[in-house]
């Protein structure tokens, strides 16, 4: 939460957190797969420190932009349940099928879908799955695939970009933003490079 609220206060309009579900049935916030080499998501919750429960981002929810990437799924009606009327939210993940699950069930916030590498017919791809976000890794994205995605109305985010060359180059590409490890530098940059222009 430090983190988010950090982002904030330095000019970031949102940010992007990792879901997963544990064997209690919470859901939390963690990003990596294990934890002293054991499935995070074999835990009950208080077993890893300073875990933050998925409740505790309702905070932000209508306030600031959030993507919550759901890793590993079978947690549909519980996301749901949790996140189903916040408002301002995209909910991605890798795992397409939940995402194809998750417009079947027309939930009422918007969708994406994580990419590591590129999809021939990205765009159609998305669009067929409800996705009106795409969220690839940085060294992927390509004027082709920016444009393609704009004209199905949808918005192209990449993640990790962290220096200034790759965020200028995105911009270049026409990316609606990028979700980077450096926030602060980024709004910086970002305010520079708008009075130099």
């Not at 995070?40 to 409740?55: A, D, N, Q, T």
Request: net charge negative; hydrophobic share 40%.
């Amino acid at each position: 939460m430090e983190s988010f609220q950090a982002a904030l206060q330095e000019g970031a309009d949102g940010f992007e957190t990792d879901l997963r579900l544990l064997s209690d049935g919470v859901p939390v916030l963690f990003h990596d797969d294990e934890y002293d080499e054991v499935e995070v998501e074999s835990y009950r919750f208080g077993e890893i420190p300073k875990m933050e429960k998925l409740r505790d981002l309702e905070r932000f929810a209508g306030k600031v932009h959030m993507c919550l990437e759901v890793k590993r799924s079978k947690w549909t009606d519980v996301l749901i349940d949790y996140v189903g009327q916040w408002q301002n939210i995209v909910v991605a993940s890798f795992d397409h099928t939940l995402i194809e699950e998750l417009h079947r069930r027309k939930v009422a916030f918007p969708l994406g879908i994580t990419l590591f590498g590129n999809i021939a017919g990205l765009a159609d791809y998305a669009q067929r799955l409800g996705a009106t976000w795409v969220y690839p890794k940085y060294r992927y994205v390509d004027a082709t695939m920016v444009d393609s995605c704009h004209a199905r109305g949808i918005r192209v985010v990449p993640w990790s970009p962290n220096r200034e060359r790759e965020w200028e180059q995105l911009r270049e590409l026409g990316c609606d933003g990028v979700i980077t490890d450096f926030p602060g530098e980024a709004v910086a940059w970002l305010r520079g490079s708008a009075v130099a222009g």
